[in-house]
């Protein structure tokens, strides 16, 4: 059950309630008196509140932490109604680490990923395929792309993560702005630092990026290089091959979706199994979205190319 703000759930007397009352933000405590502001309390110490596994998580959930004084205090930083619910935040975590680590999953949690996206190419035979591996792997290095090769010569790229676009105020995290400029050097042919300056001169803004990271579109290019020369060039092969193993990827799922809409409403072990996997179909079927664009657009190139 959920702890309510001045409510009788959780809180046991009025010790119990005035402590309930007093994680309550810029709420009025039941004695009518404000609370004051809150100091943060940062560092890598841990505590065990059992209280607080009886809030139900919500993603985003302002709060704050108080230590000193013989106790702990705790507070939501948003008005809270009296016998509205208390919300915990465990944190940033979409549904794969709060099912994996506490237990439970969120429905429709913006912070859902699909993890583990790997592609990959075979190296050829001769000099030239020699050539042309050795210039993938400078590449994927000089950019700082994670991969490895197998004994065979096989080439395989990633882990890569996928997820939406996250909410204003979350991190992205999971690409560096460096790498962001190593990935847009490498598609528009020029030197990263070059392109940086152009774009401050110029007072271009960063094109947000989608469920697709740009460290996979980039290797998808790498993999499509088949000139050293040349360099990366991404086709419609590669994005074939980025389809396929997303739609695999979507049908590996056990459960049907609409026996998963069912459970996903109840709160048990069955239930947050149906969230977590509501979420992977989400995502991944916003990255087929976003590979369907991709395919459109550099099947009209070719056709350009192809009247030209």
């Known amino acids: 059950g959920a702890v309510q ?28 008196e404000s609370v004051g502001p809150c100091t943060e309390i940062a560092g890598t110490l841990g505590c065990l509140l059992p209280l607080y596994d009886m809030m139900e998580h919500r993603c985003g959930q302002p709060i704050g932490w108080e230590a000193g004084g013989g106790g702990v205090r705790f507070r939501c930083r948003e008005a809270v109604a009296p016998g509205e619910a208390l919300h915990n935040n465990y944190g940033p975590k ?70 939406e676009p996250l909410p204003e105020g979350h991190e992205a995290g999971h690409i560096s702005h460096e790498a962001r400029g190593a990935v847009a050097a490498a ?38 290089m088949d000139d050293p020369l040349a360099g990366p060039c991404l086709s419609l092969d590669e994005l074939d091959l ?3 193993s997303l739609e695999a990827r979507l049908r590996s799922l056990p459960s049907s979706e609409a026996a998963d809409a069912a459970e996903a409403a109840q709160f048990s072990r069955e239930g947050y199994c149906a969230a ?14 976003e590979v369907a664009v991709l395919e459109g657009s550099a099947d009209g190139e070719a056709e350009g190319e192809g009247e030209d």
């Open 94 to 163: 979409g549904n794969g680490e709060l099912l994996f680590t506490y237990g439970f999953a969120s429905a429709e949690n913006p912070l859902d990923s699909v993890e583990g996206i790997v592609v990959g190419c075979r190296k050829g035979s001769g000099r030239a395929a020699d050539e042309l591996h050795a210039a993938r792997l400078q590449c994927l290095a000089e950019h700082g792309v994670p991969h490895g090769e197998e004994k065979e010569g096989t080439l395989r790229i990633g882990p890569f993560s996928l997820h």
């Open 187 to 224: 598609a528009g042919g020029r030197q990263g630092g070059e392109g940086e300056e152009a774009g401050e001169e110029e007072g271009e803004e960063e094109e947000a990026e989608g469920v697709l990271p740009r460290l996979l579109l980039f290797a998808l290019q790498v993999i499509g």
């Open 276 to 289: 977590y996997r509501a979420g992977q179909r989400r995502v991944l079927r916003a990255a087929l979205a």
């Open 242 to 244: 980025l389809r396929a």
């Open 5 to 32: 703000r001045g409510g009788a759930e959780g809180g046991g007397g009025a010790e119990g309630e005035g402590a309930l009352a007093s994680a309550a933000g810029g709420a009025a405590a039941p004695s009518g």
